[in-house]
């Protein structure tokens, strides 16, 4: 957000542990006789040819039964590393708020800073800006998204946001909404989901901008405050955690945080190549016609399309949590 505090994501050593804790106390599904049957001696002697089978057997669905509740408990958040596979430039002096592909190697962004906020349309390739709105001093952008024609724009510490034309960036109409604040925009197609800088998704009608559900994000039953840039991947929610070097994948009907990309290399590569002023990660683009995934920072001389690749490692929820949780967001204005 506004002020550039240095980054509080302070990195762990991965010291990673199991977290599956299979619970392989005795049920009912074992083949332990759940009745007493009233055998004399000789009908036991006339089992006993049958005892290997029906151990075997005992044992198989003592095992089944384990496996199962392994399914059912390893429910932890999959963990993902990235592939940097191509880089672009990046205006470096884009505080990148809001980030889209809309096809044809162009992006749209919406920048912030008081008297440096804008819209603009960029080619990918060469981080050209084609287009831009130059936002009136007053408002901070924030969020952005398309539906159709229009693009759809938050502000910081307002509830002012606008829709503009896609094609010259002209302004259409202002609107309020009725989240708390203005941070991140996206859209499944239908209606705008947006964030508060909160731990609640909104799904907002697009017609009225009125909220028609919400949702609050958890992991692990710690709600994810800070929510920020968001982007809509094959109906997941994928958000930007403030402060955090983590992008969430969040399941958008249970707001249930499914899994962590965790990017620290890429703030951390840029500073160590001498761009110190960058601020943080902040800016997520989906190219769903070919599958390609764009991330990029507030004031980062670079975009990167990345790939994401699943850790094996044993998962380690403190870890986690210190890298990916924050504190929640104070909303007095300053
Ligand atoms: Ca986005």
């Not at 075997?56 to 384990?66: A, E, P, R, V, Y």
């Amino acid at each position: 957000m506004a002020s550039k505090k240095k980054l509080m994501a302070s990195k762990k050593k991965l010291n990673k542990r199991s977290v599956i804790h299979p619970q392989t106390t005795a049920t009912n599904t074992s083949m332990a006789p759940s009745r007493r049957p009233n055998l004399s001696c000789g009908k036991l002697a006339f089992l006993a040819p049958a005892l290997p089978v029906l151990c075997f057997f005992g044992l198989l669905s003592i095992f089944w039964s384990w496996s199962s509740k392994l399914t059912v408990d390893h429910s932890s958040p999959v963990l993902y590393a990235i592939e940097v596979v191509n880089e672009f430039p990046h205006d470096p002096q884009a505080f990148t708020q809001g980030l889209l592909y809309a096809g044809n190697d162009t992006l749209f962004e919406s920048t912030g800073l008081s008297g440096e906020s804008s819209v603009r349309k960029v080619a990918l390739q060469t981080g050209k800006v084609e287009a831009i709105h130059k936002m009136d001093w007053s408002y901070f952008g924030e969020g952005l998204t398309l539906l159709g024609d229009r693009l759809f724009q938050v502000t910081w510490l307002k509830k002012t946001g606008f829709i503009y034309d896609r094609y010259n960036l002209s302004k259409f109409e202002e609107f309020t909404h009725q989240m708390q604040d203005g941070w991140g925009l996206a859209t499944d197609g239908k209606s705008l989901i947006g964030s508060d800088g909160t731990s609640t998704l909104y799904q907002l009608d697009v017609q009225t901008l009125k909220v028609m559900s919400k949702r609050i994000v958890t992991h692990n039953g710690h709600e994810v405050h800070s929510l920020n840039e968001l982007e809509y991947v094959n109906g997941e929610v994928w958000a930007n955690i403030w402060q955090s070097d983590c992008i969430a994948r969040i399941s958008y009907t249970e707001g249930k945080v499914l899994g962590w990309i965790l990017l620290p290399n890429l703030r951390e590569g840029l500073i160590a190549t001498g761009y110190h002023g960058i601020d943080v990660l902040n800016g997520i683009a989906w190219d769903g016609e070919n599958k390609r995934l764009f991330v990029t920072g507030k004031l980062w001389p670079k975009l990167y399309e990345i790939k994401l690749h699943r850790m094996q490692n044993n998962y380690d929820d403190e870890f986690v949590q210190q890298l990916c949780l924050r504190k929640p967001f104070n909303f007095v204005k300053p």
